[in-house]
Every structure is written in C-alpha cells, then in structure tokens.
C-alpha cells in the first residue's frame, strides 16, 4: 500500500482566487520487485512456495506484471532421495507475477538456499538458509487503549529458545509487522501488547503470525516498517528505496566475489527468506 502526503498552504485574501500547486513525486526506473519471504510449516511433508514478482513504479502509477523468463530455487547441499529428485525447483507461473513450485520440506530447512531469477536479459541471485521460530504460547484480546480509545489490543506471549540468538517477524494481518530481538529475555517466556489504531469491529477474526529472521532480515524489516508507519506490506513500493538481498549479478564475473558488478544500483527491491511460521487465529469480541 501506498502513501503519499500533500500538504497544499491555502491563502484566501479579499479576491477569491485558485492557484494550480503542481507537485513533483518522486520517481526512478521500474525494479523488478521480488516478493520471496517463504514461510515454513515443518510439521507437513511437502511445501507448494509461492514467490511474487513485478516491476515497481513511479507513484500515482500502478505496478506492473514482469514477464521473467526462469525462476529456479537450488540446494547444493541436499541430498536427493530417489533418482527422479533433484537439487532444485523450477517455479511455474499459476497466474500473472506468481510462481508456484512444490518440494519436500526437508529441501528447505538445511543448507543454503540459493533463487536465481532471469529477467529479460539480466540474471537475480540471492542466498538464503531457513531460520526456525517458536509457537505463540498464548493469544488473547486485551481491553488497554493508547491515544484514542478506538484502539484494539492483543496480547501475545511466546517463550524464546535459550540455545541461540534469535530475531523474530509478527505479521499481525492487514501488512502490519513488527519485530524484535531476543537480547533482553533470551530463554525466557516474553509478553507484549499490540495495539491496531482504527477499532476492529466484533466478530473479526485475525491471524497472527510468528517468524523466525536472520538478522539482515530483521534489519530490512525495521527499516519498511519505521519507513512505513506499520501500515505497509514487506514488498509493496517503499517511500525511498530499501535494500534487499536479491542482486544483480548479469556482469558478475567470479561467483565468490560480488563487488565487480557493472551496476551497483542495478538491483532488485525485495527479500529472500525460508522461514519457520507458527501462526494462531484470534476472534475480536
């Protein structure tokens, strides 16, 4: 979702008269954006990974399909398990930027994951390993208000794992994210209330979401959602360009070193994470 703010000074003086303000957007050239977080439920056997992709534009424009050539998702490090199994996954397009592509779970939760996109005449690469969570212990609507009043609270509590430094990602529904960190309460149960600005009306149901992140990812995060105000989808067009890790690698020449790209602003806008997703479902009374 999009935000654009105008702020236009009115002067009314004895003549009643309008002036046309014309307004300068921003704009750059179209990315590709790449919408690659894959959330994990390791408890099944196969995973179906879905990963969107389009081009960016300018604001007042609407986004546009890009038409990729391949998308393929290897594993170097996994070891088929019969003779028609392979290190990799081919995506299909299901329907307009989406890409489908089915595999056994176990190709996504060891080794490093690497998606290579062709576009056109130009080549993406990003890298990844998955990164597991921990379940919501409780979920729960509170009654606690902010500025308003018209605040709806959730509560939410979880238990950190004391075995690893650990990031997490909320997805609280409605593209309303948050993160944090486990340096204050590693390896202990931790609570906190979520406040969603606008009431929800009685009757709606949520679903809440909790991510484990690396934390590259978890700083990419941070930055969209303090860019955003909260009220911003991962992908969608940020207000200034955040970087991700899906580069261009057309002019690479040495797959070891990644600094002797031609264009070191030819990248595209987007993520690469396998994650681990535990999610609940709350009903707002």
């Given at each position: 979702?999009?935000?654009?703010?105008?702020?236009?000074?009115?002067?009314?003086?004895?003549?009643?008269?309008?002036?046309?303000?014309?307004?300068?957007?921003?704009?750059?050239?179209?990315?590709?954006?790449v919408d690659a977080l894959i959330r994990l439920d390791t408890s099944v056997a196969v995973?179906?990974?879905?990963?969107?992709?389009?081009?960016?534009?300018?604001?007042?424009?609407?986004?546009?399909?890009?038409?990729?050539?391949?998308?393929?998702?290897?594993?170097?490090?996994?070891?088929?398990?019969?003779?028609?199994?392979?290190?990799?996954?081919?995506?299909?397009?299901?329907?307009?930027?989406?890409?489908?592509?089915?595999?056994?779970?176990?190709?996504?939760?060891?080794?490093?994951?690497?998606?290579?996109?062709?576009?056109?005449?130009?080549?993406?690469?990003?890298?990844?390993?998955?990164?597991?969570?921990?379940?919501?212990?409780?979920?729960?609507?509170?009654?606690?208000?902010?500025?308003?009043?018209?605040?709806?609270?959730?509560?939410?509590?979880?238990?950190?794992?004391?075995?690893?430094?650990?990031?997490?990602?909320?997805?609280?529904?409605?593209?309303?994210?948050?993160?944090?960190?486990?340096?204050?309460?590693?390896?202990?149960?931790?609570?906190?209330?979520?406040?969603?600005?606008?009431?929800?009306?009685?009757?709606?149901?949520?679903?809440?979401?909790?991510?484990?992140?690396?934390?590259?990812?978890?700083?990419?995060?941070?930055q969209l959602i303090v860019q955003s105000g909260g009220d911003?989808?991962?992908?969608?067009?940020?207000?200034?360009?955040?970087?991700?890790?899906?580069?261009?690698?057309?002019?690479?020449?040495?797959?070891?070193?990644?600094?002797?790209?031609?264009?070191?602003?030819?990248?595209?806008?987007?993520?690469?994470?396998?994650?681990?997703?535990?999610?609940?479902?709350?009903?707002?009374?």
């Amino acid at each position: 979702m999009k935000r654009i703010y105008f702020f236009l000074i009115i002067v009314l003086s004895l003549f009643s008269c309008e002036d046309v303000i014309e307004v300068d957007a921003p704009s750059e050239p179209p990315r590709l954006t790449v919408d690659a977080l894959i959330r994990l439920d390791t408890s099944v056997a196969v995973t179906t990974a879905t990963i969107k992709v389009g081009l960016s534009s300018s604001f007042f424009d609407s986004n546009d399909v890009a038409d990729v050539d391949q998308m393929i998702i290897q594993n170097l490090d996994y070891e088929p398990t019969s003779p028609l199994d392979q290190n990799f996954i081919i995506f299909r397009e299901t329907e307009p930027g989406v890409f489908q592509g089915s595999k056994n779970t176990s190709f996504f939760t060891s080794g490093n994951l690497f998606l290579n996109i062709e576009y056109g005449e130009e080549r993406y690469l990003a890298s990844t390993r998955f990164v597991p969570s921990v379940p919501i212990d409780d979920l729960e609507q509170g009654d606690g208000t902010l500025f308003t009043g018209d605040e709806t609270e959730i509560k939410v509590s979880f238990t950190d794992n004391a075995d690893r430094d650990d990031f997490y990602l909320f997805d609280f529904d409605f593209d309303e994210y948050l993160v944090t960190e486990d340096e204050f309460y590693q390896g202990q149960t931790f609570e906190f209330s979520y406040f969603y600005d606008d009431g929800i009306e009685a009757g709606r149901t949520l679903e809440i979401s909790i991510l484990g992140v690396d934390e590259p990812f978890y700083n990419y995060m941070n930055q969209l959602i303090v860019q955003s105000g909260g009220d911003q989808g991962p992908f969608q067009t940020p207000a200034a360009t955040v970087r991700g890790n899906i580069i261009n690698v057309t002019d690479i020449d040495n797959m070891e070193v990644f600094d002797n790209v031609g264009e070191n602003d030819n990248f595209a806008l987007g993520y690469f994470a396998v994650v681990q997703e535990f999610k609940e479902t709350i009903t707002i009374e």
